[in-house]
């Protein structure tokens, strides 16, 4: 199982960004998938998760109104839509493949390697 993000970069306050994350190795549609973040010197925390039939989400309270996640079955690949980009968001983002979307890590079994976003003038 693999799951490899891009999409991460530098970008102004206020910007936007978009993350893709495709999976190879597993049945895409059997899983949930997540988005969690490390911000330097701090602890790994939840982002957003999505349902396997991508009918149900959560976000973290931080990310509600400009985080959006997404997902395409039919291309392995789950999306996070990040807009009005704040400095506070910088970070390595990680996706994350399990079977239910919750919010805490543990329910989370595959991990991709991360890409890092920063977000500065």
């Known amino acids: 199982v693999q799951l490899v993000e891009s999409g991460g970069g530098l970008v102004q306050p206020g910007g936007s960004l978009r993350l893709s994350c495709e999976a190879t190795?597993?049945?895409?549609?059997?899983?949930?998938m997540g988005w969690f973040r490390r911000a330097p010197g701090k602890e790994r925390e939840f982002v957003c998760a999505?349902?396997?039939?991508?009918?149900?989400?959560r976000h973290a309270d931080s990310v509600k109104g400009r985080f959006t996640i997404s997902r395409d079955n039919a291309k392995n690949t789950v999306y996070l839509q990040m807009n009005s980009l704040k400095p506070e968001d910088t970070a390595d983002y990680y996706c994350?493949?399990?079977?239910?979307?919750?919010?805490?890590?543990?329910?989370?079994?595959?991990w991709g390697v991360g890409t890092q976003v920063t977000v500065s003038s």
């Open positions: 999505m349902s396997r039939s991508g009918g149900s989400t």
């Open positions: 190795g597993l049945s895409f549609s059997n899983y949930a």
């Open positions: 994350a493949a399990g079977l239910t979307y919750g919010i805490n890590d543990n329910n989370f079994y595959y």
